[in-house]
């Protein structure tokens, strides 16, 4: 890691850039189509590879649809870029422990991911009970596939606030004892609950932060009026478990790393009587991360969280090739393009200080 300060226009000890190993998005959403064609930039350019969430309509749960996705995922891709698709199997009810043995072998897909029927945004496929995919996770424990989790209970008696805490009760905590070789991320952890839990358990179990948990709370959600930009699932939380969520990121533990979460809808479908899920951080992730590292005085940490901790997390290579931050205040765009409609990113229209220098690609 490089730092450069500027003393000239008295800034003190503050760092004016920052450069460190290009990163890894470990939970990200391309969507697909026209959609992905659009977005799939905004990562590539600043990440070297990313795991893609295979929550598409209908869900990746083939290994053959799986490597199909990635090979669509290349094609779009700026030209030159190499930034690598890992994918991500979406478990079901029905999902064979053959198939997880296929996509092991396949070496193009690096996990499979627990959505709990109903939890999210294209989860109806999803699992409905951990004891109908016991011999999948077995399969994943002895070939070393991870399990993603989206730790959230869907059960109606539960307020929306309090899923992701009760699904650790529920069902994380007897699933990481009952399988004690599988490692699990607890993707885009949201409570002080989350974050105990991770630090608690064995060093084969992880999580996931996005830039909104870190950043935005749920006044960011709901004061002032509704925000449906901000609208993600698990839902934001109280200011106490943001610090919670930031104190972990922003820390020593290996357990804790980059996943974006960043995850495009139409703005038709965020503005409008029944919004879906997800917030779009994808045009400024790394700059919104640095931000909250700031913050934390921690902008000494931030390639660990960034670049280094996901990557050991998953066997992969550090990779070749640095990224530059530069203090240099811009502007999000309002919206930018997705299809036949538009996306409306974190933070559109807002400043953010730190700009990632053009040119940083590259390995
Ligand atoms: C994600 C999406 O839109 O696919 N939405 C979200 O709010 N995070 C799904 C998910 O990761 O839960
Ligand atoms: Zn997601």
């Known amino acids: 890691m490089i730092w450069r300060d500027d003393w000239s226009f008295g800034a003190g000890d503050m760092a004016e ?14 969507r697909d189509g026209a959609g992905m064609a659009d977005v799939v930039g905004h990562s590539s350019r600043v990440f070297a590879r990313a795991v ?14 799986a490597v199909a996705y990635r090979d669509r995922i290349l094609a779009a891709l700026p030209p030159g870029s190499d930034f690598e698709p890992l994918m991500a199997l979406y478990l079901t009810d029905a999902t064979p422990p053959a198939e997880i043995r296929a996509a092991k072998a396949s070496g193009a897909i690096v996990a499979a991911k627990l959505y709990p029927a109903g939890a999210t945004t294209h989860a109806d496929r999803g699992v409905t009970d951990v004891g109908r995919i016991a011999h999948v996770l077995s399969e994943m424990e002895a070939c070393g596939l991870p399990l993603l989790v989206h730790g959230e209970v869907v059960d109606p008696a539960v307020d929306i606030f309090d899923r992701e805490r009760v699904f650790l009760e529920r069902v994380l905590a007897p699933l990481v004892e009952r399988w004690p070789g599988l490692r699990v991320v607890l993707e885009h952890v949201s409570t002080r609950e989350g974050v105990e839990f991770v630090g608690a358990a064995p060093p084969r179990v992880a999580a996931t ?46 357990k804790f790393f980059l996943g974006t979460d960043s995850a495009p809808h139409a703005r038709s479908r965020k503005e409008c009587g029944c919004g879906a899920a997800g917030v779009f951080s994808a045009p400024a992730a790394l700059e919104f991360y640095a931000e909250a590292f700031e913050a934390a005085g921690a902008l000494d940490r931030l390639e660990a969280f960034a670049s280094l901790r996901g990557a050991d997390f998953y066997g992969l290579p550090r990779p070749a090739g640095t990224v530059t931050l530069v203090r240099e205040p811009w502007e999000v765009p309002a919206s930018c393009p997705f299809g036949e409609d538009v996306v409306v990113p974190m933070r559109a229209g807002e400043a953010v200080a730190w700009r990632v220098a053009a040119g940083s690609e590259g390995g």
Do not use: F
């Open 17 to 30: 850039s920052l450069t460190i190993t290009r990163p890894t998005d470990g939970h990200l959403h391309l």
């Open 52 to 65: 893609v969430m295979p929550n598409l309509a209908p869900p990746i749960v083939t290994t053959g649809q």
């Open 209 to 254: 932060v996005t830039p909104q948990h870190l950043l935005l709370d749920v006044n960011d959600l709901l004061a002032g009026g509704v925000r449906p930009h901000h609208y993600c699932l698990p839902v934001l939380k109280g200011r106490e478990h943001r610090q919670a969520v930031a104190r972990a990121a922003t820390g020593d533990s290996p």
